[in-house]
Each structure stands twice: as C-alpha cells, then as structure tokens.
C-alpha cells in the first residue's frame, strides 16, 4: 500500500489546495528565518537596466562560476545560479529597479554554496508543490516544466525550466525566508580539487 502522504502524493494535494489562493506573502508566515552566514563574501545586486538584465545577471553568475570551475567545480553550475538569480529577479522582486538581490557564497576546496535572495516575499501559491515534486526526485524522469505543471500560459520571457536546471546542477537546494521577509535559494555543489588557493 502507498502512503497518501508521501512526497509525490503531498504535492497533488497542496496543488489542490494552492489552486484556491494564487499568491502568499512569508512574512505572514510565522516560520524561523535563515541570514546568509558571515563567512560567505557578500555581494548586493541591483539591475535598474531592464532591457539588458539576462546579460547582467550572465555576468554576475559567470563571476562566481568560473571561480570554481578553476579549480575543479563542473561548468553547470553556472546554469543553476543564473537560473536562481534570474528567478530572484523575475519573480521575487518582479523586476523592480528598486529591489536589491543579495547573492552571498562561499568556495572551500571541495565546495561551492550559494545563497542568494529577493526582496518580494510573495510567492505564487503553486511554486509550493511544483518544489515539493522536485524534492521528491520527479525531475530526474525529465523536464519539470512548471507551466504544464500548474496549467498556466507560459510567458515569453519564461520557459519554466529554470527549477529544474537548479535542482539537476547542483548537490543540494533548500529555500529559505530571509529576516527581511524575501525568498532566498541556498544551492550547494561538491567537488575534488588538486588546485584550491
């Protein structure tokens, strides 16, 4: 007998119940908060250029990146911070000129982790089990589209794969509520080095 309330089936459900409430607000949400710690390197990140912010948010992403790729860490690891820092911008901060994006990391030897948060706090309800059916593993059995997902129009400046990139890229994603109230993404990618500095 399967348990109703295993992963696969617990994100059906919530998807049945987010579908009444589009959006939610985590500073409404009496949760614990998680700050960046103080060893990674911080860095705030603004685009008040709309028109160019894939190129920006490339170079932000590559920065970071090609910093661990020196020394071991694969490539596709840009993938998955481009993508969260994208999503950060698109949908946390909904593409406000005035919304900082705080991206912190931290390159050890054998690791790359990266934290980095919006500003909004107001996530679309269905995110909810859209990510619960990537913590259950179903994004390994091919694209995770989250607009056939949840049955929505996509948008043209989304494709909806950008989780799935995420969770495939990286060893370890958690969300969190930062203290301000915003969504932040922690990702985490293992690795051997011979060259670490």
């Known amino acids: 007998m399967d348990?109703?309330?295993?992963?696969?089936?617990?994100?059906?459900?919530?998807?049945?119940?987010?579908?009444?409430?589009?959006?939610?607000?985590?500073?409404?949400?009496?949760?614990?908060?998680?700050?960046?710690?103080?060893?990674?390197?911080?860095?705030?990140?603004?685009?008040?250029?709309?028109?160019?912010?894939?190129?920006?948010?490339?170079?932000?992403?590559?920065?970071?990146?090609?910093?661990?790729?020196?020394?071991?860490?694969?490539?596709?690891?840009?993938?998955?911070?481009?993508?969260?820092?994208?999503?950060?911008?698109?949908?946390?901060?909904?593409?406000?000129?005035?919304?900082?994006?705080?991206?912190g990391r931290k390159l050890t030897k054998n690791s790359l982790e990266v934290c980095i948060v919006d500003e909004g706090g107001v996530i679309q309800s269905e995110f909810v089990p859209f990510i619960m059916a990537h913590y259950a593993g179903n994004y390994k059995n091919g694209f995770l589209d989250y607009y056939q997902f949840t049955n929505n129009k996509k948008n043209d400046n989304n494709q909806g794969k950008g989780t799935f990139f995420i969770f495939s890229y990286v060893d370890e994603v958690r969300y969190f509520k930062s203290p301000s109230g915003g969504l932040g993404i922690y990702l985490k990618k293992e690795f051997q080095s011979d060259s670490f500095k």
């Open 3 to 103: 348990n109703l309330f295993n992963t696969e089936n617990l994100a059906k459900i919530s998807k049945e119940i987010f579908d009444i409430e589009s959006f939610f607000d985590l500073r409404s949400l009496n949760i614990d908060t998680f700050d960046i710690p103080s060893d990674y390197q911080l860095q705030d990140f603004i685009i008040a250029n709309q028109k160019n912010y894939p190129k920006l948010i490339r170079a932000v992403a590559e920065d970071i990146s090609h910093k661990a790729e020196d020394i071991g860490c694969p490539p596709q690891v840009f993938t998955a911070i481009y993508e969260s820092i994208l999503n950060a911008y698109q949908h946390g901060n909904r593409k406000d000129p005035n919304k900082n994006i705080k991206i």
